[in-house]
C-alpha cells in the first residue's frame, strides 16, 4: 500500500508539471508537450560509469577538450558538416554551475548529406547512436564515452533546425548573465534534493526551467540584433512567447 501510494503521488506531480509546461506557452511549437514528455519516456542511453554521472565543479580542461572532439568530427564527415557548437553546462564557464562529466555539443549537418556516410563517420569515431536524442524532436544522439570520467554526445541535426538557435542562445545567455547562471544551478540543486523525487520528475522539473530560461535568451538575442550589436552581459530581455 506505501508503494502504490508513492507511485499515486509521482503521477500525481509528474501530472502537475506538465499542466505547468503547457500553461507557460513556452515549449517548442513543432512538437506538443503530450509528444515530448513520450518521448523523453522512450529515450535510450549508454550505462555510464559513476566517474562520469557525478556532479563536479567546472573543469577548465573542458572547453579544449570539446575543441578536439570538434575537430575529430570535422575530419571524419568532410564538408557534410556545417557547424559544431559546445552547448550544455559543460559549456558555460561559471565556477558556480556544476555538470556531470558530459561534453554535449551539436553537430549541424548540410540537408544533402547523406545518413548513411554520417553515421559511418561517426561510427568510425567511436560513436554510437541511441536514436532521438531528449533535446528536439528531430536529433539523433550518438555517445562516446572515453575512460571512466568522460563521454562525448553528439546531437545530431539538420543545418536548418531552429533547437541550434535556442540551444546556442541559452548558452550565451547563461554566460553573459551571472545572475540567471546562479538560479539555473540552484534550480537544479532544488529538484535533485527533493525527496521521493524520480528521474522523470527531475527532467520535467529541469525542462520547465529551460524553457523560462530560453524565453529570456531568445528575447535578449533578439534585442541584440535588432539593435545591431551584441548583446550586452547582464542585459535584462523583454520577453515575447515565441520561437
Known amino acids: 500500500m506505501v508503494a502504490q501510494a508513492a507511485d499515486l503521488s ?3 506531480r509528474a501530472a502537475r508539471l506538465i499542466r505547468e509546461l503547457k500553461a507557460g506557452g513556452w515549449h517548442d511549437p513543432r512538437e506538443t508537450i503530450e509528444a515530448k514528455v513520450r518521448r523523453m519516456q522512450a529515450l535510450r542511453s549508454p550505462e555510464l560509469p559513476e566517474g562520469v554521472r557525478a556532479q563536479r565543479a567546472r573543469d577548465p580542461l573542458w572547453p579544449a577538450l570539446f575543441a578536439a572532439e570538434a575537430e575529430r568530427i570535422r575530419g571524419s564527415l568532410g564538408e557534410a558538416v556545417a557547424d559544431v557548437q559546445h552547448f550544455g553546462s559543460s559549456a ?3 565556477p558556480g554551475l556544476s555538470s556531470k562529466g558530459v561534453i554535449d555539443f551539436l553537430v549541424a549537418i548540410d540537408e544533402a548529406a547523406g545518413v548513411e556516410e554520417r553515421s559511418a563517420g561517426l561510427a568510425a569515431l567511436g560513436y554510437e547512436c541511441y536514436g532521438n536524442g531528449p533535446c528536439d524532436p528531430e536529433s539523433t544522439w550518438w555517445w562516446r564515452i ?5 563521454a562525448y554526445v553528439a ?3 539538420g543545418a536548418a ?3 541550434i538557435r535556442t540551444a ?3 548558452r550565451d545567455y547563461l554566460r553573459a548573465c551571472p545572475d540567471e547562471c546562479a538560479h539555473y544551478e540552484a534550480r537544479k540543486r532544488q529538484l535533485a534534493a527533493e525527496p521521493g523525487r ?3 520528475e527531475y527532467s520535467l522539473g529541469k525542462l520547465k526551467t529551460f524553457y523560462e530560461i530560453s524565453a529570456k535568451a531568445n528575447a535578449w538575442r533578439a534585442a541584440a540584433d535588432a539593435a545591431g550589436s551584441s548583446p550586452a552581459a547582464g542585459s535584462e530581455p523583454t520577453i515575447e512567447r515565441s520561437w
Open 92 to 94: 558555460i564557464p561559471s
Open 146 to 150: 572515453e575512460g571512466g570520467e568522460i
Open 198 to 200: 524520480s528521474l522523470f
Open 168 to 170: 546556442v542562445n541559452f
Open 155 to 157: 546531437h545530431v541535426c
Open 161 to 163: 533546425n531552429p533547437w
Open 10 to 12: 509521482a503521477l500525481a
